[in-house]
């Protein structure tokens, strides 16, 4: 009954309780939202970092790390694959020649590394092969061999041209961009810029300053064209220190939510890299490993460096630290946003209980005088505390709930700073999510918010005096 | 043996520093089975002496028995244990909760006292009956006259099974025929069932139906 009569007591003044309700409801509503974004860019962010980039493991010659040169190979590739073969917990192995080169095409030059891949084996540890946004993955069938290369390096490279077409008109509709900014590019049709400032230049022209913030990206994408099939030469230091260089067709462009990566990897054939680098099949800087479990890469990283002791063996964690760091902050800091946020509800709840136990005085006296003990008064007033707390949480959780499965699937599209997220290797669209942990860790909070808020007005119904309590008007 | 016993009670307050005497050498005693009524002027002492032989309050000096516990020096949990079982309380103002049913203020006393919740509910039920009020037992406090909320506060008092029923001013909320009914309810249990009552009023109805009336002035006993 004591449960049972918090909840009425709690519904007595329905309309300052409510508001109560709604003010922890929005609140918590805020704080989901902010947690679930958090998480859905934490984890894309770690997603995208171990599929893209860096794998569960990877495994180089100690001394590579310390000076990457092309001769700094792992020496016993083959033992490692036939041990990772046989490891249940590996889905998928891939042995890289890693090396620097300079990248030289008809119009600029740059810096880059190149990853010489099976083809196979990689689609195994890396998604690359699913980020091509033009042309195609690494084939090895060309008989001039093909490199693959990010979107960012193309633009460096100058492989991209703008050009504004009538059909292109059709795609911006298609994107759903609103039909005035495409009118307004119109004007543009037929022209063509083999530098994307240029066309910039002209877009910001034509818009208005908050749609050129707004559009302008999004317009340069679908403007460009990737200059396929044109030449690329490679220069690398082989393994005896000379300088070799090869010509290959750019023949893929892949585009991750990391422009950094985008910019400075490129991808060819193993075999081609490695008879230009003057490597045997078997010698190789890297071999990456994708686990069938992200929590299974500290055990697999662990195995392989006992029984590999003259290699390095890195998990994800420490090969990438930052990552590992967002991973593990990253509830942490929604946590604190919603404890932030509770904190400040719970002065709106101490109000509330402070203005209902003072509306009772009498009734707390009467039930005290008829032998209710102060234990049983604190928890009838914490109860109270803790199921208006709880009523606004769940609603709050509630509709956080049903807004991000629907954005969970849609996304938050943040592509007016798309730029910006790309260099920090963030997705602009983000998919939030969250878990059925970080959701009973809120409940354990707003029920820890009803504990503390009812502690002050619980304590002046304790000290209430039955006598004196009784003959309040 | 008598279910209250008084032995020279004094009672006094410090208000501002000023010593006030509120109940001066009171011996009462007070068998089972009486229906009393203790009156007098306001600042008499009445609701001081109620207060008193409910527990609520402590006499500065003298000792006070209810059945064969001393109450005067009960402290704290076993105070408020012992006001539980043994003491029933009936409020000028019914004091019920309004968010309560009828039938779940009676019962309230009743789950305090860690009565099963099937058992709870029959005896409530049948204290409703007692008081007239069966009908009721859904009924909150809102949807009830200030006589029928008496009432249930009756049978709320009767719920615990105590020694006796302290009554402040039990009808003084209450128009002539609530209040004559009420008073012929309680006259009919303190018959049928043997129910101590000890009131404290300035009704003379109340005055007149009591079997005893204990005359109290400036603090002291006048009649008993």
């Given at each position: 009954?004591?449960?049972s009569?918090?909840?009425?007591?709690?519904?007595r003044n329905?309309?300052?309780s409510?508001?109560?309700v709604?003010a922890i409801?929005?609140?918590?509503?805020?704080?989901?939202?902010?947690?679930?974004?958090l998480?859905?860019?934490?984890?894309?962010?770690?997603?995208d970092s171990?599929y893209?980039?860096?794998a569960?493991?990877q495994?180089?010659?100690?001394?590579?790390?310390l000076?990457?040169e092309t001769?700094?190979y792992i020496n016993?590739?083959n033992?490692?694959l036939?041990?990772?073969?046989t490891?249940?917990?590996?889905k998928?192995?891939s042995?890289r020649i890693?090396l620097?080169?300079?990248?030289?095409?008809?119009?600029?030059t740059?810096?880059m590394?190149?990853?010489?891949i099976?083809p196979?084996?990689e689609?195994?540890?890396s998604?690359?092969?699913?980020?091509?946004?033009?042309?195609?993955?690494?084939?090895?069938?060309h008989?001039?061999?093909?490199?693959?290369?990010g979107?960012?390096?193309?633009?460096?490279l100058?492989l991209i041209?703008y050009r504004?077409?009538?059909e292109?008109?059709?795609t911006?509709?298609?994107?759903k961009?609103p039909e005035q900014?495409?009118?307004s590019?119109?004007?543009?049709?037929?022209?063509?810029?083999r530098k994307k400032s240029?066309?910039l230049?002209d877009?910001?022209?034509?818009l208005?300053k908050s749609n050129?913030?707004k559009?302008?990206?999004r317009?340069a994408s679908?403007?460009s064209e990737?200059?396929l099939n044109?030449s690329?030469v490679l220069t690398?230091?082989?393994?005896n220190?000379?300088?070799?260089y090869q010509?290959?067709?750019v023949?893929?462009?892949?585009?991750?939510?990391?422009s950094?990566?985008?910019?400075?990897?490129a991808f060819?054939d193993?075999?081609v890299?490695?008879?230009?680098?003057?490597?045997?099949?078997?010698q190789?800087?890297?071999?990456?490993?994708i686990?069938?479990?992200?929590?299974?890469?500290?055990s697999?990283?662990?195995?392989?460096a006992?029984?590999?002791?003259?290699v390095?063996v890195r998990s994800?964690k420490?090969?990438?630290p930052?990552?590992?760091l967002?991973?593990?902050f990253?509830d942490f800091?929604g946590l604190?946003y919603v404890?932030?946020?509770l904190?400040?509800?719970?002065?709106g709840?101490?109000?509330?209980?402070?203005?209902?136990v003072?509306?009772?005085?009498?009734e707390?006296?009467?039930l005290?005088a008829?032998?209710?003990?102060?234990?049983?008064?604190?928890?009838?007033i914490?109860?109270?505390?803790v199921?208006?707390s709880l009523?606004g949480?769940?609603v709050?959780m509630g509709?956080?709930a049903v807004i991000l499965?629907i954005l969970?699937?849609?996304?938050?599209d943040?592509?007016?700073?798309?730029e910006?997220?790309a260099?920090l290797?963030?997705?602009s669209?983000?998919?939030?999510?969250i878990?059925?942990?970080d959701y009973?860790?809120i409940?354990?909070?707003?029920?820890?918010?009803?504990?503390?808020s009812?502690?002050w007005p619980a304590?002046?119904?304790?000290k209430?005096n039955p006598?004196e309590?009784?003959?309040e008007? | 043996m008598?279910?209250?016993?008084?032995?020279?009670v004094e009672?006094?307050?410090n208000?501002?520093?000023?010593?006030?005497?509120a109940?001066k050498?009171?011996n009462?005693t007070?068998?089972?089975?009486e229906?009393?009524?203790?009156?007098?002027p306001?600042g008499?002492?009445?609701?001081?002496l109620?207060?008193l032989?409910?527990?609520?309050?402590?006499?500065?000096s003298g000792r006070?028995r209810v059945?064969?516990v001393?109450?005067d020096t009960?402290?704290?949990s076993k105070?408020?244990?012992?006001r539980?079982h043994?003491?029933?309380f009936?409020f000028?103002s019914?004091?019920?909760?309004?968010?309560l049913?009828a039938?779940?203020?009676v019962?309230?006393?009743?789950?305090?006292?860690g009565v099963p919740a099937a058992e709870?509910?029959?005896?409530a039920?049948s204290?409703?009956?007692k008081?007239?009020?069966a009908?009721?037992?859904?009924s909150?406090?809102?949807?009830?006259?200030?006589?029928q909320?008496q009432?249930?506060?009756?049978?709320?008092?009767?719920?615990?099974k105590?020694?006796f029923i302290?009554?402040d001013?039990?009808t003084?909320?209450?128009?002539?025929?609530?209040?004559?009914?009420?008073?012929?309810?309680?006259e009919?249990?303190n018959?049928?069932d043997g129910?101590?009552?000890?009131?404290?009023?300035?009704?003379?109805r109340?005055?007149?139906?009591?079997?005893?009336?204990?005359?109290?002035e400036d603090?002291?006993?006048?009649e008993?």
């Amino acid at each position: 009954m004591l449960i049972s009569l918090s909840w009425r007591n709690i519904w007595r003044n329905k309309t300052r309780s409510m508001i109560v309700v709604a003010a922890i409801a929005v609140g918590l509503f805020g704080g989901v939202m902010a947690v679930g974004i958090l998480n859905g860019w934490i984890n894309q962010r770690v997603h995208d970092s171990i599929y893209n980039e860096i794998a569960h493991v990877q495994i180089h010659n100690p001394e590579y790390l310390l000076n990457e040169e092309t001769n700094l190979y792992i020496n016993n590739t083959n033992e490692i694959l036939a041990v990772t073969d046989t490891m249940k917990d590996v889905k998928g192995v891939s042995a890289r020649i890693r090396l620097f080169c300079m990248a030289q095409s008809d119009r600029a030059t740059t810096g880059m590394v190149v990853m010489g891949i099976n083809p196979t084996e990689e689609e195994k540890v890396s998604q690359i092969y699913r980020k091509i946004i033009a042309g195609e993955y690494v084939d090895t069938t060309h008989q001039i061999p093909s490199i693959v290369i990010g979107s960012k390096a193309a633009e460096v490279l100058k492989l991209i041209n703008y050009r504004i077409t009538t059909e292109k008109m059709d795609t911006l509709l298609e994107q759903k961009l609103p039909e005035q900014i495409v009118d307004s590019v119109k004007l543009l049709i037929d022209k063509s810029y083999r530098k994307k400032s240029a066309l910039l230049k002209d877009i910001k022209s034509i818009l208005s300053k908050s749609n050129f913030q707004k559009y302008a990206d999004r317009l340069a994408s679908v403007f460009s064209e990737y200059r396929l099939n044109k030449s690329l030469v490679l220069t690398i230091q082989s393994s005896n220190g000379e300088l070799h260089y090869q010509l290959f067709k750019v023949r893929g462009i892949y585009q991750t939510s990391n422009s950094q990566f985008d910019a400075a990897n490129a991808f060819v054939d193993r075999s081609v890299l490695a008879k230009m680098a003057g490597l045997k099949p078997n010698q190789v800087h890297q071999v990456a490993i994708i686990c069938n479990d992200m929590d299974k890469a500290q055990s697999v990283s662990n195995e392989l460096a006992k029984l590999f002791p003259t290699v390095s063996v890195r998990s994800w964690k420490q090969t990438s630290p930052e990552i590992a760091l967002y991973a593990q902050f990253g509830d942490f800091m929604g946590l604190i946003y919603v404890v932030i946020i509770l904190f400040a509800l719970a002065f709106g709840i101490i109000n509330t209980m402070m203005m209902s136990v003072l509306e009772r005085i009498k009734e707390l006296g009467m039930l005290m005088a008829i032998g209710m003990n102060k234990v049983k008064v604190f928890i009838m007033i914490m109860l109270e505390s803790v199921m208006l707390s709880l009523t606004g949480g769940v609603v709050g959780m509630g509709l956080s709930a049903v807004i991000l499965a629907i954005l969970g699937h849609t996304g938050i599209d943040f592509s007016a700073w798309s730029e910006g997220f790309a260099a920090l290797g963030f997705s602009s669209v983000v998919y939030p999510s969250i878990g059925i942990i970080d959701y009973i860790e809120i409940t354990v909070l707003v029920v820890l918010t009803g504990i503390i808020s009812s502690l002050w007005p619980a304590r002046r119904a304790l000290k209430l005096n039955p006598i004196e309590a009784l003959r309040e008007e | 043996m008598a279910v209250i016993e008084v032995i020279n009670v004094e009672k006094t307050y410090n208000e501002s520093q000023i010593k006030v005497t509120a109940l001066k050498n009171i011996n009462l005693t007070i068998e089972a089975g009486e229906f009393t009524a203790i009156v007098g002027p306001s600042g008499s002492g009445k609701t001081t002496l109620l207060n008193l032989l409910g527990g609520l309050d402590k006499p500065t000096s003298g000792r006070i028995r209810v059945g064969d516990v001393w109450v005067d020096t009960l402290k704290g949990s076993k105070l408020i244990n012992f006001r539980l079982h043994h003491i029933g309380f009936v409020f000028q103002s019914y004091n019920l909760i309004p968010v309560l049913s009828a039938g779940e203020n009676v019962e309230l006393i009743m789950q305090l006292q860690g009565v099963p919740a099937a058992e709870r509910r029959k005896i409530a039920y049948s204290l409703l009956e007692k008081v007239g009020l069966a009908d009721r037992y859904k009924s909150k406090p809102s949807q009830l006259s200030g006589g029928q909320q008496q009432r249930v506060a009756v049978a709320r008092a009767l719920a615990s099974k105590p020694n006796f029923i302290l009554a402040d001013e039990p009808t003084a909320n209450l128009d002539g025929k609530s209040a004559e009914n009420l008073l012929q309810m309680m006259e009919l249990l303190n018959k049928d069932d043997g129910v101590t009552f000890i009131f404290s009023t300035h009704d003379q109805r109340v005055v007149n139906r009591a079997h005893r009336v204990v005359v109290l002035e400036d603090g002291v006993i006048k009649e008993s």
